[in-house]
């Protein structure tokens, strides 16, 4: 149980820090923003940033759900020894 708890927020650690920076979009979106970079605009870096800040959420999410897993499961464990 142990190598697998650690496996799993290795793996966690490496998704998070490792992610590179999103550049899939949906076809319209992809026009505008064409558009609008060759035209001179910055609406790329806030799109780029919104996309970035979306996929974000999700993995804190998850991450405080293990989190809180692990110290109840941990909790658990040390009451069970006393």
Known sequence: ??????GVLFSLVILIFWSGE???QCAMCKAIVESNSSSG?????GLNGGILYLMAVPYIMLT???VLFFRKSLAAKFRKEQ
């Open 64 to 66: 405080l759900l293990g």
């Open 1 to 6: 149980m142990k190598k697998i708890t650690v």
């Open 22 to 24: 999103a550049v899939a």
């Open 41 to 45: 605009g910055s609406m790329v870096d």
